[in-house]
Structure formats: structure tokens, C-alpha cells
């Protein structure tokens, strides 16, 4: 508690602990959702619709999070949903930075008519409502998981763009640039090198926060009904069909939500506070 | 015997702006082993002369006008490319800031060897030699653990012992050093001035010395030239410029530095007089330039 370095990272450490578990936690399920989910996420069983969860009267403890209206099992709904939650947030998080990071380091390290062409259009792109632009977009490209990664990586690439490209711009003015271009170093060689490391906690905490963008998105697009075929369980669907029989069953609505909020919240800590501890000076 | 460095009427503008002279029609030479020094206040454009000359101008500023002869080569009439190529095997650069000027996410090793295995071809065994031959040169106690640090895990005499130490590494002919001990603490510069006089005696360089500090330029130079306002108000060997300046501007700064023996009258501003009569001779010079352009 004596010296600011000190606190500062205990507080970086617990919340890089409790995101990372959750994370953690998430992935697995979503990964072996076939072998741990009790039921089958599809199965209806109208006899069993809306039962409660598990602490509450009435509960059937082989639904521990409760049945929707169609009796489908909302615990095994979640974790199938992490699946396609998780494998959005990854390619379509991955995929951004790559394609954003790439035209800002070009703009920031480049300058000149590299950089005004990449910032015009970064500003123009900027324009568009988000959403809309990607509810347009699923139009053309039609529905699937393909399309709504490529959709992600359309829109938010200009958040990476932007962040890197003034990093790139901050690192190309530091001394150690200048001596490497004094040293007679090739241009490109300078970028990945020299400049590239400097920005790449940047990059990874704007990853994390653009995987759990990912996941917003996605579960805003299911929730319109434009994600995938209607029945595959996403959280976003699952709020959808929740929000309709709010009164009669909470449940369907709340799990759903508490999960995908818990996510997207962990991603963006999980980010933070990987950047700081990888960044040289804090370390 | 013609110089080894040759700036000739170098003017250098903000871009876009040509009337607005960052620097002003400069002109010196230095013979190879010859330590000039560039002296004058913050914004007098010392920095930006060493910049010019390395290639490393910021982007909002460009040369104009003028010529820089480097070992026989006219650097302005080169093509990019083959002025990178003959800057990066000739010359080397000393910065300002150690703080910055190794880049933080590397280690040591790499940031000297760099260069002399991508661009000078050298096997990485001989460059890890000559790496630690150097860092022992510049009195680096543990040459192999300091090899292996992140700049961060340095002091700041240090990083500038390796800044120093990286610079002589290709044995350059021309080095400019951009006010090197203006970050460090007055026992540490002491030391690194030593240190720098050292290695640019025993390999003969030729040294463009940047600094506000005429008291350094006393230790380690031959020759000054004074700037202001991106003007060379003076040129003139060391000793006779201390032995009386024959510029007002000159003897005001001269007289501004403070005396560690006097601390009570030391503090003189330079004579707004001064100012004014230098003022003036830099727009007259720029009203000569518009009409000369």
C-alpha cells in the first residue's frame, strides 16, 4: 500500500484474476457445451414449459436454471449460446485487429498520403450508425456466422485504426525511432521491430474490449433475429423469446443477460488489466 | 585538406511555408577528429541543424535551400534511399533524451547489435563481441547482465553510457550528439562528457556537439558557432571565442552562464539591447533571402 507501483498492481492482478476465471470458466463450457450441457438445448418439452429455477417452488432440480416457454432447458441454451458467443468473439476480435491495427500502424508510422487516405476514410466510415450499418450489411451478405464475423470486422476495424494510429504516431516521434532511421534501417523493418511492440498492449487490450463489442454485437443481431437460423441457441435470441414472457418467467430473460453482461464485462477487465501487465514501465 | 562535413547555406522552412525559416542560410565545416559545438537558447534551431544533416527532420520541417557535403558526397542530390545508406554506414547519432531514446520493449543486446548485423552484415557472434567490447569502453561494469536488461531496469547514466556506446559501434566517421547530458544529473554529465571526449579522440570523429551549455563546449570542443533564431550569429575557435566574443549576443550569453564560484552575480539575463540588435540582424537577413529567392 506504501508505494503507487505497488497497489497499483495488486489491483491490476485481482481483477486480471476474477475475468480471467470467469473467461475461463465460459470457454470451457463452450467448448465441451455437447458433454456438459444436462440436456439437449433444442429438445421442447412442452409439458415442462416455464419452470422455474432451481431455488424457486415449483422447480423440477433437473432444470437448475428453469425451462422457456417451450420447455427447452435455459442452463444448456447458455452454454450452447457460449459457443457461438466465444467463437464470434475470437475470429471477429481477431480478425478487426488485424485488419485496423495494419492500416493504423501504416497511417501513424507512414504519414503523408497513406495517412490522409486511411484517416478520410476512417472518418467517412465513422459516419454510419453502427448498428443499422450492420443490420444492412447481414441483409446482403444474408444470415450465418460468417457473415456476422465479417459484418463485426466492417464496422469496428476504425476503432483499431484510430486507437493504433495515434500510438504508432506517439512512438514514431521517440528518439529510439530516429536512431534506427539514423542507423540506416529499412522503413518497414523500423515498424515491426521498434514500433510494432510499443503498440501491441494497446492492441491486445483493444482486442479484449472488441471481442466483448463482439459478443454485444452478436446478441444484438440474434436479438433482431438477423445471427443465425432462430432456433440456435444464442444469448441474444434467448433475451429476445425472454423479453416476451417477462411476467410469466424472469429467468429466461435474466440468466441470459446476467451471463452476457458478466462476459462483456470481464473482456473489457481482462484487457485492462493485461495491458497492465505487460506494459515494460509498470512491470 | 577539405572538411569532412560541409553545411553550406542551409535554410530550412516549415512545410508549406517557405517564408517561415526554421533555419537560416547556416553554413560550417568540420575536418574529421574535430569536435564543433552548436550553441544558443532553446528554439535557436541547434537541434534542427544535427537533424538536417541526419535526415531525421520532423515532418513539418523541410530544407529549402543550401548543400550538406558528407565525406565528399552532396547529401541534398542523393537519391533517399543511398543518403539512408551512406548516414547509416558513416554517421551515428547521440540523443537527447536516454529516457526515450532506447526503445523500452527491447532488450539491450539487440538495440546495439541491430544495425551492425542487418545493415552492416556482421555475423551475430562478432556483433555481440563488439557489443560487449563497447559497453566495457564506455565503463559498464557487467557488460553481459546489462546485454541481457530492459532499458528500464537501467539508471540513466547508464542508458546514455549505452546510447553512447551504440553510436560508436560501426566506428562512425560523423557523430552528432543532440545535447546528451542535458537529461542527467550534473555529477553523471561530468562523467559521460569524459566518456564521449574519450571515444571521439580515440576514434577520431568528427562531432557535431549540440548543447546550451558553454561551459561543455569549453571541455569538448574546438570550435562554436552561436545560434539564434536559426542564425549562426558567430563562428570562432574555442579559445578565442572565450577569450573574448566578438559578438554583443555572444558576450551576453557568455555572460548569463552562471559562476559556481559566484553564485550571488551570476544570474544576468542577456540585455534586451542584445536582443533587439540580433532580432533585427535575423529580419534583415530574411529580407535579404526573399529578395536573393
Redesign the interface.
Known amino acids: 500500500m506504501l508505494d503507487g507501483r505497488g497497489t497499483l498492481k495488486r489491483r491490476a492482478g485481482a481483477r486480471l484474476w476474477l475475468s480471467g476465471i470467469w473467461l475461463g470458466v465460459m470457454a470451457l463450457l463452450a467448448l465441451f457445451a455437447p458433454l456438459v450441457s444436462p440436456h439437449d438445448p433444442l429438445t421442447q418439452d412442452l409439458f415442462a414449459g416455464r419452470l422455474p429455477p432451481f431455488w424457486v417452488e415449483g422447480a423440477d432440480p433437473a432444470y437448475l436454471l428453469g425451462t422457456d416457454s417451450l420447455g427447452r432447458d435455459v442452463l444448456s441454451r447458455i452454454i450452447h449460446g457460449a459457443r457461438i458467443a466465444f467463437s464470434v468473439a475470437l475470429v471477429a476480435g481477431i480478425a478487426t485487429a488485424l485488419v485496423g491495427s495494419l492500416l493504423g500502424l501504416l497511417a501513424g508510422y507512414m504519414r503523408g498520403w497513406v495517412d490522409v487516405v486511411i484517416s478520410r476514410l476512417v472518418d467517412i466510415w465513422m459516419a454510419f450508425p453502427p448498428v443499422l450499418f450492420a443490420i444492412l450489411l447481414i441483409a446482403v451478405l444474408g444470415t450465418g456466422l460468417t457473415s456476422i464475423i465479417i459484418a463485426i470486422v466492417v464496422i469496428d476495424w476504425t476503432r483499431f485504426c484510430r486507437v493504433v494510429r495515434a500510438e504508432a504516431m506517439n512512438q514514431s516521434a521517440m528518439d529510439y525511432v530516429s536512431s534506427a532511421v539514423v542507423a540506416g534501417r529499412p522503413r518497414m523493418d523500423i515498424l515491426w521491430r521498434e514500433i510494432l511492440p510499443n503498440v501491441l498492449p494497446t492492441i491486445v487490450a483493444l482486442l479484449t474490449l472488441e471481442m466483448g463489442i463482439a459478443v454485444i454485437v452478436e446478441a444484438i443481431l440474434s436479438f433482431v433475429n438477423l445471427s443465425i437460423s432462430s432456433d440456435a441457441p444464442t444469448w441474444g435470441g434467448m433475451i429476445a423469446e425472454g423479453r416476451t414472457s417477462i411476467y410469466q418467467a424472469w429467468w429466461v430473460l435474466a440468466f441470459p443477460l446476467g451471463v452476457l453482461f458478466l462476459t462483456v464485462l470481464s473482456f473489457s477487465q481482462f484487457g485492462e488489466g493485461l495491458k497492465d501487465r505487460f506494459d515494460p514501465v509498470l512491470r | 585538406m577539405s572538411a569532412f562535413l560541409t553545411v553550406d547555406n542551409l535554410s530550412a522552412s516549415i512545410r508549406g511555408n517557405i517564408r517561415q525559416r526554421v533555419l537560416r542560410s547556416v553554413s560550417f565545416s568540420i575536418d574529421t577528429g574535430e569536435v564543433l559545438g552548436l550553441v544558443g537558447e532553446s528554439g535557436a534551431g541547434k537541434s534542427m541543424i544535427g537533424?538536417a544533416i541526419?535526415?531525421?527532420l520532423?515532418?513539418a520541417v523541410e530544407v529549402v535551400e543550401g548543400e550538406i557535403q558528407l565525406d565528399g558526397h552532396n547529401l541534398m542530390a542523393m537519391k533517399q534511399a543511398d543518403r539512408?545508406?551512406l548516414?547509416?554506414?558513416t554517421?551515428?547519432?547521440i540523443?537527447?533524451?536516454p529516457l526515450?531514446?532506447?526503445?523500452?520493449?527491447?532488450r539491450i543486446e539487440p538495440?546495439i547489435t541491430?544495425?551492425l548485423v542487418?545493415?552492416l552484415g556482421w555475423s551475430k557472434r562478432d556483433a555481440r563481441l563488439r557489443a560487449l567490447e563497447l559497453l566495457d569502453e564506455v565503463h559498464i561494469d557487467n557488460p553481459e547482465r546489462v546485454m541481457g536488461s530492459?532499458p528500464?531496469e537501467l539508471s540513466g547514466g547508464m542508458r546514455q553510457r549505452v546510447?553512447i556506446a551504440?553510436a560508436f559501434a560501426a566506428n562512425p566517421k560523423l557523430v552528432v550528439a543532440d545535447e546528451p547530458t542535458t537529461a542527467l544529473d550534473v555529477t553523471v554529465q561530468k562523467q559521460i562528457l569524459r566518456l564521449i571526449r574519450e571515444l571521439q579522440t580515440r576514434h577520431e570523429t568528427a562531432m557535431v556537439f549540440v548543447t546550451h551549455d558553454l561551459g561543455v563546449v569549453s571541455k569538448v570542443c574546438q570550435r562554436l558557432s552561436v545560434l539564434y533564431g536559426g542564425m549562426v550569429v558567430e563562428s570562432s575557435d574555442v579559445p578565442a571565442f572565450f577569450g573574448g566574443p566578438g559578438h554583443a549576443y555572444s558576450r551576453a550569453l557568455l555572460a548569463a552562464t552562471p559562476k559556481y564560484t559566484d553564485p550571488e552575480a551570476s544570474l544576468l539575463p542577456v540585455d534586451e539591447a542584445v536582443i533587439a540588435q540580433v532580432s533585427g540582424e535575423v529580419l534583415a537577413a530574411d529580407e535579404g533571402w526573399r529578395h536573393g529567392a
Open positions: 537533424k541526419l535526415g531525421i520532423p515532418s539512408r545508406r548516414i547509416g554506414a554517421a551515428a547519432l540523443p537527447q533524451d526515450t531514446a532506447l526503445n523500452p520493449s527491447r538495440q541491430n544495425r542487418d545493415i530492459y528500464h546510447l551504440s
